[in-house]
Structure formats: structure tokens, C-alpha cells
């Protein structure tokens, strides 16, 4: 059973260009949550989505980024014209259920880094 | 809003040695997790602590949380080099029903020989 997965792994992008990052749930995960890290910070929340829904993006910026989960395929985190403070490591993670008592398992993220 | 504190941000041990990271927490929790992350890679899950009093032990960690005193704390036993890494502690945001994590900044654990 495969872990979640997340492509790529490593993105360079220069200011203005927009990053697609993708993340594949683990089999039998309909819900999906995206962090970001900032260098020598933990993980802060952005978005939670389930199928065709975004639940939560109370974490997000307002402007430029956005998220989807669609009913097939992974789901993606696209970010518009990047600017260097986008730069870092982009983690989604996995539960098989809502609700705050369900684990989430984390991919091995992308790291950003915008010239 | 809930917030997440860890002490210490940065500890230096020496192998052999025991020492403790603690967590504090701002508002009701009830479930806390401590996940573990080498450079560069993705966080390990290692306790999940669910309820007042809970303690969980795996080698030279063990965990515990204290809900009354929203304080958990990771104990190190005998430190080996192997567990140079950074520890995070997270609870599950005062929303609740979703289960977005809110995470401390971390401690990052450096033990030398």
C-alpha cells in the first residue's frame, strides 16, 4: 500500500511563473490537507479538501493560491506568480475520514524555491 | 486561537544522556502527536497521545500528556546519536471538526558522541 506522494519533489521557479504541486492521497484517503514550512518553522495549515470540495482554506492567502481536489487524479496546489517569499517545503497529508480524530499520514513534500 | 510552544527550540546532548522537550498548548485539546523530521525528508508520526494522563513509550522516547495542564512532554532516554532530528509536537486546532493540525516550531535535538 503505497504512501501518499507528492510531485515533484524539488521546484525551481522564477518570480512571476506559477508552481503546480500535486499530491496523491494514500488508497482509501478521500481527505487531503496542505501545509507549508518555512525554513527552521513547523508545518502551518493551508487548505483542507475533500472530493470536489474544499472544506477549509482559512489558512490559505487570499491571493494567488489556490487548491482542488478533483473526483480523479491528485489533488493539486497551484500557486500563481511566485515571489521568493513562496519559497518552501509544501507537505499535504492523508486521512481516510473527517473529523479531528483521524490520523493524517504526510507525503514527502515538495520543496519550492523561487529565483 | 490555539497556539503551540515548544521549549527547547535547540538542544545539544550528549549520547548517554537523558533530557526532556516539553509542549505547551493554549486552548482545549485532547489529542496531541509527535512526529519526528530528518533534514530534508518528511515527518515520521511517533505517539499519539488521546486522553489526561496518557503515556507512550517506543525505545528511548516516551511521551506523555497532561490535558489539565495542557503540557505534554517527550522524554529521552539515553541518547544515541540516531536520534538527531527535529521533534515536533501538533494539536488538533480549536475548529476541531476538521482536524487541520496547528504544530509547534519544533526542537531540533543534536546528540554528539
Redesign the interface.
Known amino acids: 500500500n503505497a504512501g501518499v506522494m507528492q510531485n515533484p519533489r524539488h521546484l525551481v521557479r522564477r518570480r512571476g511563473q506559477e508552481a503546480r504541486l500535486r499530491c496523491s492521497p494514500m488508497k482509501g484517503h478521500s481527505h487531503v490537507y496542505w501545509y507549508r514550512q518555512l525554513p527552521e518553522e513547523g508545518l502551518k495549515f493551508m487548505v483542507y479538501l475533500q472530493k470536489e470540495n474544499i472544506i477549509d482554506e482559512s489558512g490559505m492567502p487570499k491571493e494567488r493560491f489556490s487548491a482542488e481536489f478533483p473526483k480523479e487524479g491528485p489533488s493539486i496546489l497551484r500557486i500563481q506568480q511566485v515571489v521568493r517569499g513562496d519559497s518552501a517545503a509544501y507537505f499535504c497529508a492523508s486521512s481516510p475520514r473527517q473529523g479531528a480524530y483521524n490520523e493524517q499520514f504526510f507525503g514527502p513534500g515538495t520543496r519550492l524555491t523561487v529565483l | 486561537e490555539l497556539k503551540?510552544e515548544q521549549n527547547p527550540l535547540f538542544l545539544s546532548m550528549q549520547e548517554g544522556k537523558n533530557y526532556t522537550i516539553y509542549c505547551n498548548y493554549s486552548t482545549t485539546s485532547d489529542?496531541l502527536?509527535w512526529?519526528r523530521q530528518d533534514p530534508?525528508?518528511?515527518?515520521e508520526?511517533l505517539f499519539?497521545l488521546l486522553s489526561n494522563g496518557a503515556v507512550k513509550q517506543e525505545g528511548r522516547l516516551m511521551a506523555s500528556l497532561d490535558t489539565k495542564a495542557r503540557l505534554s512532554t517527550l522524554h529521552i532516554t539515553a541518547a544515541v546519536h540516531d536520534l538527531s532530528a527535529t521533534y515536533?509536537c501538533?494539536v488538533?486546532?480549536a475548529?476541531?471538526?476538521?482536524?487541520?493540525?496547528?504544530?509547534?516550531?519544533?526542537t531540533k535535538l543534536s546528540v554528539k558522541p
Open positions: 503551540v489529542r502527536y512526529y530534508g525528508k518528511s515527518l508520526s499519539v515536533f501538533a488538533i486546532s475548529g476541531g471538526s476538521q482536524g487541520n493540525l496547528i504544530f509547534g516550531k519544533g
